[in-house]
């Protein structure tokens, strides 16, 4: 089923996030958009696969994956096989820019979803909020919204594929390790003796495919994480996070946490 959600210009200022569109179990065509949409897009690989084509790089959607793509962004998708089902939103609004370099969601591509489930309930809510048809829908939705794009942050990782969308079991297995282990005390030698290989193989194998090293990438990935932390549980103190998040002295949480969003931990804390 697929949504359009019109809303007035009045509302729009008012509220900073702004649900465009829903899709929900849809099943989806070939598109061309050379100038894309004047909105964010995110798209879920549901069951088949698909071909996104995003600025002259090609992308491989299936199951498990979600594909983001900016406003004004040339693109085109089409089905590989006979059957490519997705869920897919469109929305915009005053906040949206800002909320999603802090989310770390602004880039175009590919993101790896944990569990895709936690993500599909949100849609499964806005669809619901859609068809009651009240007239505070903009504002439940946009609640809604806020609360999809937190949940997807903290269940994604952004994975930089190749030109033909491929990327190596081993780097998608040591990705998914970083994501389960992230809070315990990591290092490139221990990757190494995991999966078999020598450490320096690991790092230029996933250097190759994603652009940054395990480390720098794991780095990422608690940045992300006390980020959503920081959001969902404001109780905690900075010390609290970073032990939750694999940093286990304060002060280099508080330098490493700066240097990847501008601002201290109780500053964006407060924010």
């Given at each position: 089923?697929?949504?359009?959600?019109?809303?007035?210009?009045?509302?729009?200022?008012?509220?900073?996030?702004?649900?465009?569109?829903?899709?929900?179990?849809?099943?989806?065509?070939?598109?061309?958009?050379?100038?894309?949409?004047?909105?964010?897009?995110?798209?879920?690989?549901?069951?088949?696969?698909?071909?996104?084509?995003?600025?002259?790089?090609?992308?491989?959607?299936?199951?498990?994956?979600?594909?983001?793509?900016?406003?004004?962004?040339?693109?085109?998708?089409?089905?590989?096989?006979?059957?490519?089902?997705?869920?897919?939103?469109?929305?915009?609004?005053?906040?949206?820019?800002?909320?999603?370099?802090?989310?770390?969601?602004?880039?175009?591509?590919?993101?790896?979803?944990?569990?895709?489930?936690?993500?599909?309930?949100?849609?499964?809510r806005m669809e619901?909020?859609?068809?009651?048809?009240?007239?505070d829908q903009n504002?439940?939705?946009?609640?809604?919204?806020?609360?999809?794009?937190?949940?997807?942050?903290?269940?994604?990782?952004?994975?930089?594929?190749?030109?033909?969308?491929?990327?190596?079991?081993?780097?998608?297995?040591?990705?998914?390790?970083?994501?389960?282990h992230y809070a315990?005390?990591?290092?490139?030698?221990?990757?190494?003796?995991?999966?078999?290989?020598?450490?320096?193989?690991?790092?230029?194998?996933?250097?190759?495919?994603?652009?940054?090293?395990?480390?720098?990438?794991?780095?990422?990935?608690?940045?992300?994480?006390?980020?959503?932390?920081?959001?969902?549980?404001?109780?905690?103190?900075?010390?609290?996070?970073?032990?939750?998040?694999?940093?286990?002295?304060?002060?280099?949480?508080?330098?490493?946490?700066?240097?990847?969003?501008?601002?201290?931990?109780?500053?964006?804390?407060?924010?």
């Amino acid at each position: 089923m697929e949504y359009s959600i019109r809303t007035t210009k009045q509302t729009y200022r008012k509220i900073p996030l702004v649900l465009r569109m829903l899709g929900v179990h849809f099943k989806q065509d070939t598109i061309l958009r050379e100038t894309g949409l004047p909105m964010w897009q995110i798209f879920f690989g549901v069951s088949g696969k698909g071909i996104f084509r995003i600025e002259g790089k090609q992308y491989v959607l299936e199951k498990g994956h979600a594909v983001i793509l900016p406003p004004d962004t040339a693109h085109s998708y089409t089905a590989e096989g006979e059957e490519w089902i997705v869920h897919f939103l469109g929305f915009s609004g005053n906040s949206c820019q800002k909320l999603l370099t802090d989310l770390e969601l602004y880039r175009a591509g590919v993101y790896r979803i944990r569990r895709p489930e936690h993500c599909f309930s949100s849609l499964q809510r806005m669809e619901e909020i859609i068809r009651e048809k009240d007239v505070d829908q903009n504002r439940r939705l946009s609640a809604e919204l806020y609360s999809f794009l937190l949940t997807f942050a903290h269940e994604s990782s952004f994975i930089l594929t190749s030109e033909t969308g491929q990327s190596p079991g081993l780097v998608l297995d040591i990705i998914h390790y970083l994501e389960e282990h992230y809070a315990e005390d990591l290092s490139l030698t221990q990757l190494g003796s995991v999966f078999h290989r020598t450490p320096e193989y690991l790092c230029s194998l996933f250097k190759e495919e994603t652009g940054l090293t395990p480390m720098r990438y794991l780095i990422q990935i608690r940045i992300g994480r006390a980020k959503w932390l920081m959001t969902e549980e404001p109780q905690l103190t900075a010390r609290e996070i970073g032990e939750r998040c694999g940093f286990h002295s304060p002060s280099y949480f508080g330098k490493v946490f700066r240097e990847h969003t501008g601002v201290t931990p109780l500053m964006f804390s407060h924010h």
